[in-house]
C-alpha cells in the first residue's frame, strides 16, 4: 500500500518562499507521476502542479505558474514543490498525490484529480498580508 507524508507547511508572510515535499513510501516512485492540489476553506480542490516519472513533463495551473517549481528526485523517492512569492490566496491545505502510469511514458502527467491513484492527508500552508 502506497503512502503518501507531506511536510514543509506553515504560517509565512506574503512575497515569502515555501518549500512542500513529499515522501513515498514503495520503491516503485519512478512509476508514478506526482502532482499537488490544494484546497482552500469552502472551496473545491484544484489543481496547482504535476510533473511527470522522469521529470520531463510539467504542469502548472495558470495562478502559480512563474512562482511554483515542481521537482522529483527518484533516488529519495520525495516530490518537492518550492513556492516563491506567495500571496494570501495561496492559502489552503497542499495535497501531494501519486498516478501509477501504466504505459510508460517520460512526459505524461494529469491535471484532473481523478486520474491519481493515491494521495497525502495533506499539509497546511498559510500565508499573511
Known amino acids: 500500500q502506497v503512502h503518501l507524508v507531506e511536510s514543509g507547511g506553515g504560517l509565512v508572510q506574503a512575497g515569502d518562499s515555501l518549500r512542500l515535499s513529499c515522501l513515498f513510501s514503495?520503491?516503485?516512485?519512478?512509476?508514478?507521476?506526482m502532482g499537488w492540489f490544494r484546497q482552500a476553506p469552502g472551496k473545491e480542490r484544484e489543481f496547482v502542479a504535476a510533473?511527470?516519472?522522469?521529470?520531463?513533463?510539467?504542469e502548472y495551473a495558470d495562478s502559480v505558474k512563474g512562482r511554483f517549481t515542481v521537482s522529483r528526485d527518484n533516488a529519495k523517492n520525495t516530490v518537492n514543490l518550492q513556492m516563491n512569492s506567495l500571496k494570501p490566496e495561496d492559502t489552503a491545505v497542499y495535497y501531494c498525490?501519486?498516478?501509477?502510469?501504466?504505459?510508460?511514458?517520460?512526459?505524461?502527467?494529469?491535471?484532473?484529480?481523478?486520474?491519481?491513484?493515491?494521495w497525502g492527508q495533506g499539509t497546511q500552508v498559510t500565508v499573511s498580508s
Open positions: 498525490a501519486a498516478d501509477l502510469v501504466v504505459v510508460p511514458s517520460g512526459t505524461y502527467v494529469s491535471t484532473k484529480s481523478r486520474s491519481y491513484d493515491y
Open positions: 514503495e520503491r516503485t516512485f519512478s512509476s508514478y507521476a
Open positions: 510533473l511527470s516519472t522522469t521529470g520531463v513533463g510539467t
